[in-house]
Structures are given as structure tokens and as C-alpha cells.
């Protein structure tokens, strides 16, 4: 069985910065897509940024040039760096990832338990 555990979301100021990580476990044959996902109150979940296994990034226009996703496939990790945060950031965000649980197994997409992230003065 597969899981995906995040941490690192918390109370900061705007202009402040945060570290999201996610780390899978469990019965895990070969990580394909990862990425977060965002929602806030009143809002529809959205893409924030998608890391492919070789490296290839897509953001979220509203984070381009502020976040950056990076993952380390020896650990089966995916990180989230957030810098210059604004108030419109606020939201509980989630791990996802796309993983093959067993050579003769199905690609599915899995999620974490989210983490809160709130910017506010």
C-alpha cells in the first residue's frame, strides 16, 4: 500500500517563505508525476506546480517565479519551495503522485493528507 506524508506548511507573513515536502512509501514500483495541489476556502482544487521523473516543471501562472518544485527520485521525495508569499496563497495544500505499486500493477494517482498553509500579517 502506498502513502504520501507532507509537512512543512505553517503560519508566515507575507513576503515570507516555506518548505512543502512529500514523501512516498509502501509498495512502490516505479514514480512517474508528482506534484501540488492547492485549495482554499471557496475555491476548486488547482495545480500548483507538476514535476515529471526526468525534471520537466509546470507551474500555476500566479507562481511562476516564486515557487519551485524539485524531487529526488533515491528518496521517492517532492518538495515545494515557496518564497514571496501573498495572502492569495493561502490554502490546505496536497501531495500527488503517480505510481506504479507493482510491475504487474496499475498507474495510479495517489494524495496526502494535506498540509495548511496560511499567510497573513
Known amino acids: 500500500q502506498v502513502q504520501l506524508v507532507e509537512s512543512g506548511g505553517g503560519l508566515v507573513k507575507p513576503g515570507g517563505s516555506l518548505r512543502l515536502s512529500c514523501a512516498a512509501s509502501?509498495?512502490?514500483?516505479?514514480?512517474?508525476?508528482m506534484g501540488w495541489y492547492r485549495q482554499a476556502p471557496g475555491k476548486q482544487r488547482e495545480l500548483v506546480a507538476s514535476?515529471?521523473?526526468?525534471?520537466?516543471?509546470n507551474y500555476e501562472d500566479s507562481v511562476k517565479g516564486r515557487f519551485t518544485i524539485s524531487r529526488d527520485n533515491a528518496k521517492n521525495t517532492v518538495h515545494l519551495q515557496m518564497n514571496s508569499l501573498k495572502p492569495e496563497d493561502t490554502a490546505v495544500y496536497y501531495c500527488m503522485s503517480n505510481i506504479q505499486p507493482g510491475p504487474s500493477k496499475t498507474l495510479n494517482s495517489y494524495w496526502g493528507q494535506g498540509t495548511q498553509v496560511t499567510v497573513s500579517s
Open positions: 514535476i515529471t521523473r526526468g525534471g520537466s516543471t
Open positions: 509502501g509498495s512502490i514500483f516505479s514514480i512517474y508525476t
